[in-house]
């Protein structure tokens, strides 16, 4: 197992406090907002490893949400 460079628990950081307060960020979403609030250009797959290694993944409706109870006249 390698170590995590400085910048990649910097971008851990920024990405944790971005998720913490929006939970439905994903990793497109995670990209602009780190390119934009802290001018810093970074690859999607970067992200969404980091993401991966930190266990987050946004909120978003799944498939099926909805549908009928069969029981039910």
Do not use: C
Not at 4 to 25: A, V
Not at 41 to 51: G, H, T
Request: charged share 25%; glycine share 2%.
């Amino acid at each position: 197992h390698v170590p995590q460079s400085e910048f990649d628990l910097q971008l851990m950081d920024w990405i944790d406090r971005q998720y913490t307060e929006h939970p439905t960020t994903g990793v497109l979403d995670m990209v602009d907002h780190i390119a934009l609030k802290h001018k810093t250009i970074v690859n999607p797959k970067r992200v969404r490893r980091l993401m991966r290694t930190m266990s987050l993944m946004a909120i978003y409706p799944k498939p099926r949400t909805t549908f009928p109870n069969l029981l039910h006249k």
